[in-house]
Structures are given as C-alpha cells and as structure tokens.
C-alpha cells in the first residue's frame, strides 16, 4: 500500500518513535535463559530429580533440584544443590527500602542459579542485575522494585531490572518474579525496561508479572553482535509499559505465546513492536506471536496492537519476515488506513510501508 501525502509526516513519526535504542551504553556481565525443543524451559545445568520426594523447606515448600514448571508452585532449593545461590544469603533484606542491588549482582556474580525467596516487602534494585545463569522465584512471586528509573538515555542500560548480555549457553530461564520499574508517568525517555535481552540465545521469560517499565516489560536486541535467537517469552502477564509491552529490534528465531498484555496507560509505539533500527543490520524473522490475550488503547501513531516497521535506512541488513500471528484474542483498535493490514489478522497486525516483511501469516485473531 502506497501512503498518500496527508499521512506522510505522521509515517515519519512513527518510525522515529518505534522501539529503537540506539547505541549501546555499557556490557554488563553476559546472562540468558533457554528451552528445549519441546519449548519447556532448560534449567541451565539442573540435575534434575524429584519436585517432592517429602522433602520441604520453609513454610511447607517442596526441596528440589529442578524447580516446577510455572512461577506459583511453592518450591525451594535442597540445601545440598550446590548449582544454587540464595539472595538472601548474600545479604537482599526485600524490607521495600534497603537497595538491594548489591546482593542481587552477587548472586548473579557466582554463575549459579539464583533462588529468590519471598520478600518480608519487596525487594528494591537501584541498577540492573546481569545474570549469567537462571533466576527463580519461590512460587510467592517475589516482589522486586526499580527505584530511580527515568527513561532518561545516559542513563544507559543503568535502570533496566534484569540485563541478558551476550548468553550463548544451552539454556536461561527467568521465572516466578513480579518485576515492577515504577513508571507512573512522564516521558522523558524510554530505556529502563524489566527485562533486556541482546546478543544471546536460548532464553525464555516466563511466569512472570512484568509490569510500569519506563522501556519495554522485555526489549530483545542487539547492536553490533550476533542477533538474539531462540527467545521465548510466555505466560507471563505483561502490564502497562510507557513503551512496548515487546519490543524486539533483532532477533532470528523466537515466540511470544500465552501472554496477557494490557497496554492501558500510555498510547506510544504498539503492544508488541518488531521494529529494526535503520542501522544496516539489523533484522527480525522466524518469530511467532500465539494464543495471546490482549487489552490495548487506541494508540497514537495509528499502529496495530502488534506492529510490523523495516525502516528504509535499513535496506543493507538481511531480510526481516517468517512472523506469524494467530490466535490472539481481545481489544485493540485497528491500524490507520495508511497502514498495511495483514489478512487474517482482523486488524491487530499493522505493517508501516517502509522496507517490505517477506513470509506474513496470520488466523484466527478474535476481536472480543
């Protein structure tokens, strides 16, 4: 669809708006998260083993040494899995005001699997916490608050929660948390997200609450490495970002399936953005969006609830298309007219006219 000159300076907002970061800040310590080819989370080096067995920790919960399948099951670590770390043992209090980054980013410093018990408040992060291997609740879905996040740019990824960073392991998985970045308002800026994954494979966030990012609830990117792949984000409950509730600028093989996105609060960029930077190799393929249950205000650059932007400026890096998008349901307003609508999508899936996706499918998306 050829775009009509009255909609040409607002094509041109909406690619300067979409979910680009531009260049990278700073490299934390390498992280990430995986699942197998049945799509269930790897536990990253697990022994496996009984979830029961008779064994419980505090408060009734069961011992194990692989933790259940969904955030909500009360589970604890058996004191002899030594692929474990508690936070607390490294000192996170979780009182809602004691800064908790330090003991977080130790844990994470071990490269064992971190164990996050139940908080007596919440726990509360001041910077980001770079994992190098997975990271469970307890099954109570632990509290953990950004404090001091602006979305201001030099901020760089400094006020995202969870930082992914170059992971290429067999697997890292990030599960049973309720991550909440504070956002209550503003527009300052857009960088601070709950979870940030780039240049890393095998990753899958699920069972979580992810919700008030100043950025994206999970941003997965890259810029100047090897693209993302294998990313998985599901059954989690993605809740009112100022940006994207996905927000996804490169990534080659993925899915987002079973979430519940409510994007209520602000109308800027789309629920679910896939949008390179015009940077010449940036690309976004083979990906799936499934079985999602979404609630999405009518937005103010005209885009789907789930949103398609190649910009122009990227006509050097390799082809982005392969997405599917079926069975979602919910409510969404649909695109502006000057929008490519996807058949099939019943108005959820939007393409801006820029750089052409190749392979777009889309069934059985019910407006409700």
């Given at each position: 669809?050829?775009?009509?000159?009255?909609?040409?300076?607002?094509?041109?907002?909406?690619?300067?708006?979409?979910?680009?970061?531009?260049?990278?800040?700073?490299?934390?310590?390498?992280?990430?998260?995986?699942?197998?080819?049945?799509?269930?989370?790897?536990?990253?080096?697990?022994?496996?083993?009984?979830?029961?067995?008779?064994?419980?920790?505090?408060?009734?919960?069961?011992?194990?040494?692989?933790?259940?399948?969904?955030?909500?099951?009360?589970?604890?670590?058996?004191?002899?899995?030594?692929?474990?770390?508690?936070?607390?043992?490294?000192?996170?209090?979780?009182?809602?005001?004691?800064?908790?980054?330090?003991?977080?980013?130790?844990?994470?410093a071990t490269g064992k699997q971190i164990f996050v018990p139940e908080p007596p408040v919440a726990y509360v992060l001041t910077g980001f916490v770079g994992l190098r291997s997975s990271i469970y609740g307890d099954g109570s879905m632990p509290l953990i608050r950004m404090v001091g996040a602006d979305g201001d740019p030099d901020q760089g990824h400094q006020r995202n929660m969870l930082y992914v960073s170059g992971y290429r392991g067999a697997g890292l998985v990030i599960q049973g948390l309720h991550l909440d970045g504070g956002w209550t308002g503003g527009t300052n800026g857009e960088w601070s997200h709950n979870v940030n994954v780039g240049n890393s494979s095998n990753v899958t966030?699920?069972?979580?609450?992810?919700?008030?990012?100043?950025?994206?609830?999970?941003?997965?990117?890259?810029?100047?490495?090897?693209?993302?792949?294998?990313?998985?984000?599901?059954?989690?409950?993605?809740?009112?970002?100022?940006?994207?509730?996905?927000?996804?600028?490169?990534?080659?093989?993925?899915?987002?399936?079973?979430?519940?996105?409510?994007?209520?609060?602000?109308?800027?960029?789309?629920?679910?953005?896939?949008?390179?930077?015009?940077?010449?190799?940036?690309?976004?393929?083979?990906?799936?969006?499934?079985?999602?249950?979404?609630?999405?205000?009518?937005?103010?650059?005209?885009?789907?609830?789930?949103?398609?932007?190649?910009?122009?400026?990227?006509?050097?890096?390799?082809?982005?298309?392969?997405?599917?998008?079926?069975?979602?349901?919910?409510?969404?307003?649909?695109?502006?007219?000057?929008?490519?609508?996807?058949?099939?999508?019943?108005?959820?899936?939007?393409?801006?006219?820029?750089?052409?996706?190749?392979?777009?499918?889309?069934?059985?998306?019910?407006?409700?």
């Open positions: 669809m050829k775009k009509t000159p009255a909609f040409l300076a607002l094509a041109l907002l909406i690619a300067a708006a979409g979910c680009s970061h531009g260049a990278d800040h700073s490299t934390p310590p390498s992280d990430g998260v995986i699942t197998d080819s049945t799509g269930n989370p790897s536990t990253g080096g697990t022994t496996g083993g009984s979830t029961g067995g008779g064994s419980t920790g505090g408060g009734g919960a069961a011992l194990a040494t692989t933790p259940p399948a969904d955030g909500t099951t009360p589970w604890a670590p058996d004191p002899a899995d030594a692929t474990f770390v508690n936070v607390r043992s490294l000192g996170a209090v979780g009182d809602g005001s004691t800064d908790d980054t330090a003991a977080f980013r130790a844990a994470a966030i699920q069972h979580n609450t992810l919700e008030r990012p100043y950025g994206d609830n999970v941003f997965v990117g890259e810029f100047g490495g090897t693209p993302s792949a294998n990313v998985v984000i599901q059954y989690n409950d993605l809740l009112n970002p100022r940006r994207c509730n996905a927000g996804i600028n490169s990534l080659d093989g993925g899915a987002l399936r079973g979430n519940r996105i409510l994007k209520l609060t602000s109308d800027y960029v789309s629920a679910i953005d896939l949008e390179p930077d015009p940077l010449g190799f940036q690309f976004v393929r083979n990906v799936s969006i499934d079985a999602n249950a979404v609630d999405v205000m009518p937005l103010s650059y005209g885009a789907g609830a789930f949103s398609l932007n190649n910009p122009n400026g990227n006509a050097a890096a390799t082809a982005s298309g392969n997405i599917s998008v079926t069975n979602n349901h919910g409510t969404w307003t649909n695109a502006f007219s000057y929008m490519d609508i996807v058949p099939g999508s019943n108005g959820i899936l939007s393409v801006v006219p820029h750089l052409t996706w190749y392979g777009l499918s889309a069934s059985n998306n019910v407006h409700d």
